[in-house]
């Protein structure tokens, strides 16, 4: 199904970190590094369907001179069925990001299912189970496109081992099911990971050279890591985030220069600007790293909650827990700059909706008060367009509180409901009948909206009656 582009756009303004070592640098972590603005346009549906980088912006807050822009196209189920790179002519080496490719395609099958290709063509190799939960991954969708990763799971669909040529991670599980240790051997920097909650996140992770981290946590996320090594004091090295929770930078507490920076770009579905070297391991933290998203796997595949993520695809590799949770069984949401999955059963507005559904009572009730409340003070209005939405908010709320199932609270709210119409019907009969039997002195000429105020406060005082009557005598009757 084709959808038009609409005028609907995003920006994110990556301009330089601003260190307190002095200077400021975006990417790459070296001296002279390009400040970047990436632009986002959407579709009739909300998806995301390109993204331009460049490195200057114009007097409209468009990117000029040199960009690349990445172009997604999607099925009627959200799959992704092709994605383009294209640099503007004339372009430097740089301009776009080495682990995108500059044009892929992708079929799928009547359940979701990402589709082997040919024999002898780089996703020839793709692999599924009957669960429909990926088992082999083609090296052309890893992080570093070394080799295949093979994927095993355990029966409730948690990975139990990824392996790719040396490199391998393993996870137990503790008598409740939940993730209890993870090992990871073969590669550069092998580690052993603890958890001792329901989450994915570790609690400390015993590094290659025997020193221990943990993760330091606020909150606004992840904001610092600390490492401890024998006897020897902590030492932290922080964590900057970017607005979308992406760590994009990081620096030691005790650095002393600016090329300490370490900076770290990613596309808008999690890839890595460039791409890890062949057979190396990505580095744990970087796209929604505040949220402890994990990539150091064997091919560089996020552990997202229940699911692996794979960010070149933008997928996950296994169904989702869910039903209805994000736009089909297998996809991460379509606008992955405004919307998150990071547990891998739904996306964060899903989940807030279903939490709405689930509490429908307990947000019915406080509606109800929040309307019964702003009809109360409306109706102090003499106004007769007051009136009525003194009367329709009263309604409203009468039927807040018959869903909330408050039935009497409900009877009551239309009585007092219907008992403010009759009166502000008969206040505003009158009003007008005195203006029409009596001409007002000239320092009484008023309109509603004039007196609307002091008819407000005369009627919340006890001798309201008497003030009205002083400097409104016509309005009062």
Request: with cysteine.
């Amino acid at each position: 199904m084709a959808h038009s582009l609409s005028t609907q756009l995003a920006q994110v303004d990556r301009r330089p970190i601003k260190s307190p070592l002095g200077g400021a640098r975006q990417g790459g972590g070296a001296a002279g590094a390009t400040d970047r603005t990436t632009r986002y346009g959407y579709d009739d549906l909300g998806r995301l369907v390109t993204g331009t980088d460049g490195t200057a912006i114009d007097g409209n807050g468009m990117p000029t001179g040199a960009t690349c822009t990445r172009t997604y196209a999607f099925d009627a189920n959200s799959n992704r069925t092709a994605l383009t790179q294209a640099p503007t002519a004339g372009a430097p080496a740089g301009t776009c990001p080495t682990s995108v490719p500059a044009t892929d395609s992708y079929g799928y099958d009547t359940a979701d299912r990402l589709q082997p290709t040919a024999a002898g063509t780089p996703r020839a190799s793709l692999r599924y189970d009957a669960l429909g939960r990926t088992r082999t991954l083609p090296a052309a969708d890893t992080a570093d496109g070394s080799a295949d990763v093979t994927i095993d799971y355990y029966v409730d669909d948690l990975v139990k081992n990824l392996t790719q040529g040396t490199k391998t991670s393993t996870f137990a599980l503790d008598a409740a099911a939940r993730r209890a240790v993870r090992t990871d051997t073969g590669a550069a920097n092998p580690a052993v990971s603890y958890y001792s909650g329901d989450d994915d996140s570790p609690d400390v992770v015993k590094e290659t050279d025997n020193s221990y981290t943990r993760n330091i946590a606020s909150f606004s996320g992840m904001d610092a890591i600390v490492t401890r090594a024998g006897t020897a004091g902590a030492a932290v090295t922080l964590q900057l985030a970017n607005l979308h929770g992406d760590i994009s930078a990081t620096v030691a507490v005790t650095a002393s220069s600016a090329a300490d920076l370490k900076v770290t770009e990613t596309t808008e579905y999690g890839e890595t600007r460039t791409q890890p070297a062949a057979g190396s391991t990505s580095a744990r933290y970087g796209w929604l790293g505040t949220h402890q998203r994990d990539s150091s796997t064997p091919g560089g595949l996020i552990l997202m909650g229940v699911r692996l993520y794979s960010a070149g695809l933008g997928r996950f590799l296994s169904v989702d827990p869910i039903l209805g949770g994000n736009a089909d069984d297998y996809v991460y949401p379509s606008d992955p700059v405004n919307e998150l999955d990071l547990d891998g059963k739904k996306s964060w507005w899903a989940k807030q909706w279903s939490k709405a559904k689930r509490n429908y009572k307990k947000v019915a009730l406080v509606g109800a008060r929040v309307l019964s409340t702003a009809s109360t003070l409306v109706s102090l209005c003499p106004l007769p367009q007051c009136t009525m939405a003194s009367a329709a908010m009263g309604v409203a709320a009468a039927g807040a509180y018959l869903v909330a199932g408050q039935k009497e609270t409900a009877l009551k709210q239309l009585g007092a409901t219907a008992a403010s119409l009759i009166v502000g019907r008969l206040r505003i009969f009158k009003i007008r009948t005195v203006g029409k039997r009596a001409a007002a002195p000239k320092r009484t000429q008023f309109t509603y909206q004039e007196v609307a105020g002091v008819r407000s406060l005369a009627l919340s005082a006890t001798s309201g009656k008497a003030f009205c009557g002083t400097y409104y005598p016509v309005y009062c009757g």
